[in-house]
């Protein structure tokens, strides 16, 4: 999940280490859930921080070697095509990148113009722009079937110096979106004394990247906390904007044919939504899945590897898809079980406004350390009704503050 045990030399490079109910205000379906340390650490540091921090790690393991500056263009085969042999590569800017002859790829020949690097075992892992179906109809195999939320997601981040003491304790602020208010919004420290805010909207309602508009995009969100943080602050530079069309699933695991040689790993399998924030955690879930399956001394058959991945994908997926599927203009089918949840977990959220416990129980969950059907356990249901009976609240409407809530 989310969550980690040993994030010392992390936290000694600079990034924040924070605990996900005491040090975050968290506020789902329009509620504010109660705040409590619940021993649950998460980590908050930047992208490029944590990807350098990885690189380097991962470049200092002994046998690996780095081929910096380096575009993989194509894959040889077997001439039957029942095995990938390795990989063509050329030095980047010189590379029309998937584009080789036919021939060179059916018959395993090296492009003329591009190293070939034979291999035991390639593992994709090229994220949403994987080439993998491409090749595969190429060779004369199915092309694996596709999940698709189409979300319309666009969100935009802006980096910025908080005025001292803005959050007091705490490190995050999340404000959730609701079918009836669907923006989105988080600020998050990261190191070096920065905090990030990033706004979303779904179905092509996007924040604008000029500053006047980020920071009217940021008043209009459900709760002013995040708004309000910003009061003061010092930009360190302009939105920028991102897009993010639908969340996507490959489904390699249902292919009767697929060359061994050749697996498939991380965004490439299946892209989420990135507000829930799953694709990092699955893929580190799907590399440690291929680590039990090469410690058992043989090649893995594909088709056992991606039956075992799609264990790993399965909750998630659903999770997130749930999610998305909240939102009524979102298009897919809404099963009798995701009306269930999406109509349970909010008041859930309403009842954690109160109850600690059922907060920890959520975030737990949403940070792939339990499984969903715990948010169902017949005593979590009585404590959700019971908070809800004591408590009768609607969800929030209208914009309420941090300094308003506490008032309360």
């Avoid at 910025?160 to 669907?182: C, E, F, M, Q, S």
């Avoid at 897009?243 to 699933?249: E, G, K, N, Q, W």
């Avoid at 909750?315 to 949840?341: E, M, N, S």
């Avoid at 959700?384 to 809530?405: G, K």
Wanted: with cysteine; aromatic share 6%.
């Amino acid at each position: 999940g989310y969550f980690i045990a040993s994030p010392n030399h992390l936290v000694q490079a600079g990034a924040e280490l924070v605990d996900v109910m005491g040090n975050i205000r968290g506020m789902v379906s329009g509620h504010r859930l109660r705040q409590a340390d619940v021993g649950l650490p998460m980590l908050f540091a930047s992208r490029p921080f944590l990807e350098g921090e990885v690189r380097a790690r991962v470049r200092a393991l002994p046998g690996v070697t780095f081929m910096d500056g380096t575009d993989i263009v194509g894959l040889t085969t077997t001439a039957d095509r029942r095995r990938v042999t390795g990989v063509q590569c050329r030095p980047s800017g010189r590379s029309d990148i998937g584009r080789l002859s036919r021939s060179s790829e059916v018959d395993g020949r090296a492009d003329e113009q591009a190293e070939s690097i034979a291999a035991d075992l390639v593992v994709d892992a090229t994220g949403r722009g994987s080439r993998t179906p491409v090749w595969l109809q190429e060779w004369g195999y199915q092309r694996p079937t596709e999940d698709r939320v189409d979300i319309g997601l666009g969100y935009a981040t802006r980096t910025y110096r908080l005025r001292p003491g803005t959050l007091g304790p705490d490190k995050a602020i999340v404000i959730g979106g609701t079918p009836n208010h669907p923006r989105s919004g988080v600020l998050a420290a990261l190191e070096g004394g920065r905090h990030m805010v990033g706004l979303g909207g779904i179905l092509g309602d996007h924040p604008p990247t000029d500053p006047a508009g980020f920071d009217a995009f940021a008043a209009s969100l459900l709760f002013t906390d995040i708004a309000d943080a910003m009061v003061g602050a010092q930009p360190l530079d302009d939105p920028v904007a991102f897009r993010f069309p639908a969340s996507v699933r490959h489904r390699y695991e249902r292919l009767r044919q697929f060359p061994g040689g050749l697996l498939v790993i991380g965004d490439a399998v299946c892209s989420f939504n990135p507000v829930y924030g799953q694709g990092m955690p699955v893929a580190a879930n799907e590399a440690l899945a291929l680590r039990r399956l090469l410690a058992r001394g043989t090649d893995p058959a594909p088709s056992q590897y991606f039956r075992a991945i799609a264990k790993t994908v399965d909750t998630p997926w659903d999770i997130a898809v749930g999610a998305d599927l909240a939102f009524p203009g979102v298009p897919g089918t809404r099963t009798a079980k995701i009306r269930l949840v999406n109509a349970y977990l909010p008041r859930l959220h309403a009842a954690a406004a109160h109850d600690v416990a059922l907060g920890e129980a959520f975030v737990r969950v949403v940070g792939l350390l339990d499984r969903p059907a715990a948010l169902l356990r017949p005593d979590r249901v009585l404590r959700v009704w019971w908070a809800n009976r004591r408590h009768p609240a609607e969800p929030a409407t209208s914009v309420t503050s941090h300094a308003q809530a506490r008032s309360r």
